[in-house]
């Protein structure tokens, strides 16, 4: 993976964790106070996020003026399920797979995943 491709992803997972912790839609403004350490440009911002919304990561919706508001298409929980079907459709034995996974698991994970799949 490129340098830029790993700093791109950096700043997408950045950006979402912004619009995940946020109760309301931010503009890019605010995006890039809560994101910035100085060296970041407005237009860095704006360029993640129209690429988080071709992706269907973030949604835009009109602001006041020619501003727009921008918010997480869905749920910090559910982008991660989402993360995880997809690795899961793409493996050749999906049980090997959830072997592997739920070796991984503290005991207090296996037991909230016990009683989710329980419920």
């Known amino acids: 993976m490129t340098k830029r491709a790993r700093q791109q992803g950096e700043l997408e997972s950045l950006i979402l964790n912004v619009l995940w912790s946020s109760k309301n839609p931010l503009t890019s403004q605010e995006i890039l106070e809560r994101v910035g350490d ?3 440009a407005l237009t860095t911002i ?3 996020l129209s690429r988080l919304t071709d992706k269907d990561l973030v949604v835009r919706e009109a602001g006041e003026g020619r501003s727009f508001m921008f918010s997480a ?3 910090r929980e559910q982008h991660t399920a989402d993360l ?3 690795l899961v459709a ?3 034995n999906p049980a090997l797979a959830f072997s592997a ?4 698991l503290t ?3 296996l037991k909230a995943l ?3 799949l329980e419920g």
């Open 38 to 40: 100085g060296d970041l």
């Open 46 to 48: 704006l360029t993640v």
């Open 73 to 75: 298409a869905q749920s």
């Open 84 to 86: 995880m079907l997809k």
């Open 90 to 92: 793409e493996e050749s």
């Open 101 to 104: 996974f739920a070796k991984g």
């Open 107 to 109: 005991a207090a994970q």
């Open 114 to 116: 016990r009683k989710t």
